[in-house]
T-cell receptor, first 111, second 112 residues
């Protein structure tokens, strides 16, 4: 079946450093992916998305890379700040908005 | 624009009871999806509605059901509650399929 997974459950980074969160997906037919950030007590919040016809997309301090050959997705956060501490999920969007989430990576920013 | 709202925010029920959760999407959004989030299983898709029709369904038992009204508001119902149904239930809305989803704060359900 379809699945989306993450390699690292917890990532600790020093404030100011760059963070990289990785994700593997299994459905090669998927053409839309999203990264979400979830803070304690809140619902997931959209960070950035990418479609399969792209291999890179940049936002404000965030970059998503898509490698369709190895079915791998990554989220890069530049100059990580304490406010970036949260759980990050990659998600694969199927037909009719069926979203398959990864297990999540907890990002801890050390001041 | 107001965001996605969910009511109630917290709910405590006992085994065997049934519960109804409500979700009001962002104005103009016609697609509403429901998810269950637990520490053990993570975020799992329940179902998606668009224009009052269920278009997609996850792998949950028939005790989990939902509906959408003409104003796009949606409800989900869980009957014969089990302890394992304790979770955060999240609702998300989008303008149409394959669009960014906006999540509500969730309803925390505790089954005793």
């Amino acid at each position: 079946g379809e699945s989306v997974g993450l390699h690292l459950p917890t990532l600790s980074v020093q404030e100011g450093d760059n963070s990289i969160i990785n994700c593997a997906y299994s459905n090669s037919a998927s053409d839309y992916f999203i990264w979400y950030k979830q803070e304690s007590g809140k619902g997931p919040q959209f960070i950035i998305d990418i479609r399969s016809n792209m291999d890179k997309r940049q936002g404000q301090r965030v970059t998503v890379l898509l490698n369709k050959t190895v079915k791998h997705l990554s989220l890069q956060i530049a100059a990580t700040q304490p406010g970036d501490s949260a759980v990050y999920f990659c998600a694969e969007i199927g037909a009719y908005q069926k979203v398959t989430f990864g297990t999540g990576t907890k990002l801890q920013v050390i001041p | 624009k107001a965001g996605v709202t969910q009511t109630p925010r917290y709910l405590i029920k006992t085994r065997g009871q049934q519960v109804t959760l409500s979700c009001s999407p962002i104005s103009g959004h016609r697609s509403v999806s429901w998810y269950q989030q637990t520490p053990g299983q993570g975020l799992q898709f329940l179902f998606e509605y668009f224009s009052e029709t269920q278009r997609n369904k996850g792998n949950f038992p028939g005790r989990f059901s939902g509906r959408q009204f003409s104003n796009s508001r949606s409800e989900m119902n869980v009957s014969t509650l089990e302890l394992g149904d304790s979770a955060l239930y999240l609702c998300a809305s989008s303008f149409k399929a394959d669009n960014e989803q906006f999540f509500g704060p969730g309803t925390r359900l505790t089954v005793l």
